[in-house]
């Protein structure tokens, strides 16, 4: 997988690798051949920071509504939370918009349901340019099912450990942590040498994010490579070890089971924290608090000498759904927003990273240490949610979005002891995913 990293994108995005399967398609409209305007409700979920992504939004809307007479476009900015529930019951009611962002399974989620349009021949045309070029390897891929394009990558969004670095250089650390047992070394230090948690975690729903990534540091996904629910691994029992171990010596908070993100940057920008781990930091980063100067991304780690240093990246689809009445159009809309979407990371304060590797030139991600020192550190380990299985299954969808992995996370920070107990209630509930999916 490092390898593919280093190649694609300049060495700096992501890890990807999937294949896929089949749906055919209806026939397509062109309202433009009718004479008329083709109205398209776009669904875009709130990426970045409330207070300016959205305005982006509607300026880059705007931007393609002028730009082609015989489209319009609405966009609905969506939460995040219920986001699972609300998707599904619009698709299932007939009510769903033209096209979407959303999470990363939509694109099989909705395939598997006829739901989805093929995007094949965006992807035809890049091929034709050369554009296809620009995206990490295996991405365009992992949004295939069966023999359409189901959707199209566009963020690459990787959780990595932010750290102070004034901290650091006031405490004299100038190596970083490789495994797990120097990582805890790190934290007692900063526990011991100072008056700060060393470390500080989401426990909600992101939290889910952090456990899965140090199940990638531990060499164990939710399935193992023949896709195969592998939630029993011992190796999943070390990773509640793990948590458990940054939990009662004090590495993280005691309230962790309760933290949201603005809670670890309110850690942060207090000073009661040094380090987080979960998405990169925007919020503080784009405040204009000098704090913001001093945060930096640490190199991946690993959970013991020998495996890989990893961490979760996702790589979300844009999609357009079957309802619509005019597929090409949407495939119009589709096209062009991937093509000229970088303004919503430079100005919307997002989380992640453009998948199109000339956008990464531009001085917003080469000029700040915070961004750059992601891009350099995380990105390259970046590893796909559904690792080590080489395709995106239809039990994502419902391991993702009824929480299980966070599930595991809030036993262990609220005093379960028993990880075997831990392992069969959340295993048995992926397993069950997957026999629904069947």
């Known amino acids: 997988m490092k390898k593919h990293l280093t190649k694609a994108m300049s060495a700096v995005l992501c890890a990807g690798l999937l294949t896929g399967g089949v ?11 009718n004479g008329e305007v083709a109205e398209l409700v776009f669904w875009d979920m709130m990426w ?24 319009h476009v609405s966009v609905q900015m969506i939460p995040w939370d219920n986001f699972y529930q609300n998707f599904l019951t619009a698709v299932t009611s007939g009510t769903a918009p033209d096209i979407s962002t959303g999470g990363f399974s939509q694109s099989t989620q909705y395939a598997v349901m006829d739901e989805l349009i093929d995007l094949s021949s965006i992807v035809d045309e890049w091929t034709e340019t050369g554009y296809i070029d620009q995206f990490p390897e295996g991405s365009i891929d992992l949004h295939q099912y069966g023999d359409i394009q189901a959707g199209i990558p566009w963020i690459c969004d990787p959780r990595c450990i932010t750290y102070r670095a004034d901290v ?32 500080v975690i989401p426990g909600d729903r992101d939290g889910a994010q952090v456990f899965l990534s140090m199940m990638f540091e531990n060499g164990v996904g939710i399935t193992d490579e023949n896709g195969t629910p592998d939630f029993s691994n011992e190796k999943v029992g070390e990773v509640l070890d793990y948590v458990r171990t ?18 670890v940057d309110t850690m942060l920008l207090s000073g009661k924290a040094a380090m987080s781990y979960g998405a990169l930091r925007t919020t503080i980063h784009n405040s204009g608090d000098p704090l913001a100067e001093q ?24 999609v357009a759904y079957s309802q619509t009445e005019y597929p090409e159009e949407c495939k119009v ?42 891009i350099e550190n995380a990105v390259p380990g970046g590893t796909v ?24 996370l809030q036993e262990v920070v609220t005093g379960n002891t028993d990880n075997a107990a831990i392992q069969e209630d959340i295993g048995g509930m992926i397993d069950q995913a997957f026999e629904d999916a069947e």
Request: proline share 6%; glycine share 6%; net charge negative.
């Open 246 to 263: 940054l939990y009662d010596k004090g590495y993280i908070a005691d309230s962790t089971a309760s933290f949201s993100d603005p809670d």
């Open 385 to 408: 949610p559904v690792w080590p299985n080489p395709s995106l299954y239809e039990a994502w969808s419902v391991i993702e979005g009824e929480n299980y992995l966070g599930m595991a």
């Open 48 to 71: 970045g920071r409330s207070d300016v992504y959205a305005n982006v939004v509607s300026d880059l809307v705007e931007q393609f509504n002028s730009e082609h007479e015989n489209i």
């Open 168 to 199: 650091f250089e006031e405490l004299g650390i100038t190596e970083m942590p490789k495994t797990w047992d120097e990582f805890l070394s790190l934290c007692e230090r900063i526990k011991t040498e100072t008056d700060m948690v060393p470390l």
């Open 23 to 33: 749906m055919a398609n209806s026939t397509l409209v062109s309202a433009a051949d």
């Open 333 to 374: 809309f589709i096209k062009w927003w991937v093509e000229n979407m970088n303004p919503l990371f430079t100005e919307g304060g997002i989380n992640g990273f453009p998948a199109v590797a000339s956008m990464l030139e531009d001085s917003f991600y080469t000029e700040k240490p915070y961004i750059k020192t992601c």
């Open 295 to 318: 945060l930096r991304v640490m190199p991946c780690i690993s959970g013991k000498e020998g495996e890989d240093a990893r961490t979760l990246m996702w790589i979300n689809p844009i």
